[in-house]
């Protein structure tokens, strides 16, 4: 499929009427969802055939472009029960009963080991894409909730897989370095400025953009270059 | 629920393996057989948590369906890659729970949506 095609398809999709501000529930937008998916099928063959799990699925934007893009499985995941209702009509209407299935979970539980791994999944995804929180919202979201699902992101592929995740571009640096004191390898894709309408009552201006970067990262750290 | 995604479940306390299931409500979805996809999903999948689904769902599976042996055979054939498609990709549960033998924490799977929150795992 074509990006635009991608693209066109995930502009139709549903999104939240009434978002929550504490979960910072915004649908990803049609255009970077499919740049993002389409860039990360062509260029490295990370979605077709291949076992996907969409962490913090909100509105189930990128795990409608995984099954379009032939994933043989997309498992999407969220703590919210409407985000999940509104993720499981996008993937209906879209056709992908098939394909997608949905688990509601928190992300940060831990259960009984404090471990970067959700206990409850086995087993490892070949791709993970995500569209974390960015915890912008201070007091409200987790500070570093971004990095906390990115974490758990690469701790949910098999060595050979890859995540491909969402981040504001301000802290490209902070999550270079982060990423290489795990032992991994990320590479800021691609900058996407994202306009926000206003969502939230508390938000003055009527439009906002914030600046993010696509990421692709690897479990492995890079060979070094000889 | 899709018998996948059962395959894929610990239990989020304890990471107790495979979570049995009791099924309130099946359905089955309708999906083409492709022996290449299901030979790719097989170094994913657990053995003991498809044959313990397959216990658990018993009366919804097809009648023609034939039975996952206990141990995995050392060659797979056609027939147990279309018992594993239709068991993993076709047969879903709508509501129902699932346990954990070892801590006895329940999850609620309502509307084909399995429950995993912490907070909301309940006890026998």
Redesign the interface.
């Given at each position: 499929m074509k990006d635009w095609e991608v693209q066109a398809a995930l502009q139709e999709l549903e999104t939240f009427k009434k978002p929550k501000i504490e979960l910072e529930q915004y649908a990803t937008p049609a255009e970077l969802a499919g740049h993002f998916l389409c860039s990360a099928q062509r260029t490295y063959g990370d979605i077709e055939g291949k076992m996907v799990l969409d962490l913090g699925c909100g509105a189930g934007v990128l795990s409608v472009a995984a099954g379009m893009l032939g994933a043989d499985s997309v498992t999407g995941v969220d703590v919210d029960e409407e985000a999940l209702e509104i993720s499981r009509r996008n993937r209906d209407e879209s056709d992908l009963e098939d394909v997608i299935d949905f688990v509601r979970l928190n992300v940060a539980d831990r259960g009984e080991k404090d471990q970067p791994v959700l206990p409850c999944f086995r087993g490892k995804f070949d791709t993970v894409v995500c569209n974390p929180p960015f915890g912008a919202n201070r007091d409200r979201q987790q500070k570093g909730i971004d990095l906390l699902f990115l974490h758990t992101a690469l701790n949910m592929v098999h060595s050979g897989g890859a995540v491909y995740s969402l981040h504001k571009s301000s802290t490209r640096e902070h999550i270079q370095s982060t990423v290489e004191k795990w032992g991994a390898t990320g590479e800021a894709l691609g900058e996407y400025s994202w306009n926000l309408a206003k969502t939230y009552k508390h938000q003055k201006k009527a439009t906002k953009d914030i600046a993010v970067d696509m990421w692709r990262v690897t479990p492995k750290r890079a060979a070094p270059s000889r | 629920?899709?018998g996948?995604?059962h395959?894929?479940?610990?239990?989020?306390?304890?990471?107790g393996?495979p979570l049995r299931l009791v099924v309130k409500e099946a359905d089955q979805?309708e999906?083409e057989f492709e022996q290449e996809?299901i030979v790719?999903?097989m170094p994913?999948?657990?053995w003991d948590?498809l044959v313990a689904l397959s216990e658990d769902m018993k009366e919804f599976l097809d009648a023609e369906a034939p039975a996952l042996p206990k141990e995995r055979p050392a060659t797979l054939t056609t027939e147990h890659y279309k018992a594993i498609h239709h068991l993993t990709?076709e047969m879903q549960t709508v509501n129902g729970t699932l346990t954990c033998s070892k801590c006895n924490s329940k999850f609620q799977i309502r509307?084909?949506?399995?429950?995993?929150?912490?907070h909301e795992a309940g006890d026998a």
């Open positions: - | 629920m899709k996948l995604t395959n894929l479940l610990a239990c989020l306390k304890c990471t393996y979805l999906c996809h790719r999903l994913k999948l657990d948590g990709m509307d084909a949506i399995p429950n995993m929150m912490l």
